[in-house]
Nanobody, 114 residues
Framework: VQLQASGGGLVQAGGSLRLSCAASRIVFSIVDMGWYRQAPGKQRELVATITSGGTTNYADSVKGRFTISRDNTKNMAYLQMNSLKPGDTAVYYC?????????WGQGTLVTVSS
């Protein structure tokens, strides 16, 4: 399984970014996908997940601002991030889960300036 995250960068508070996760060597349509983040000095935390059936779940801190989606025809998962805050600064990782097996991509850095 290979997961390639992209789309991070530097943005001002209030701005938007869209992260993408390209999956390969996996039957993408049957796995649950997620985005996690890790800020400096903190533990990795869940941001959002989307099941193979399209059910979504969000951390309270991003509800109403972030949207997770997937395109099974392209083997892609996305995280649309709006109204970004400095507290959203972190390395963001995409994750694929299938029957308790977890796969991680490399992170993409999101920096939100105040």
């Amino acid at each position: 399984v290979q997961l390639q995250a992209s789309g991070g960068g530097l943005v001002q508070a209030g701005g938007s970014l869209r992260l993408s996760c390209a999956a390969s060597r996996i039957v993408f349509s049957i796995v649950d996908m997620g985005w996690y983040r890790q800020a400096p000095g903190k533990q990795r935390e869940l941001v959002a997940t989307i099941t193979s059936g399209g059910t979504t779940n969000y951390a309270d801190s991003v509800k109403g601002r972030f949207t997770i989606s997937r395109d099974n025809t392209k083997n892609m998962a996305y995280l649309q991030m709006n109204s970004l805050k400095p507290g959203d600064t972190a390395v963001y990782y995409c994750n694929a889960e299938y029957r308790s097996a977890n796969f991680w991509g490399q992170g993409t850095l999101v920096t939100v300036s105040s």
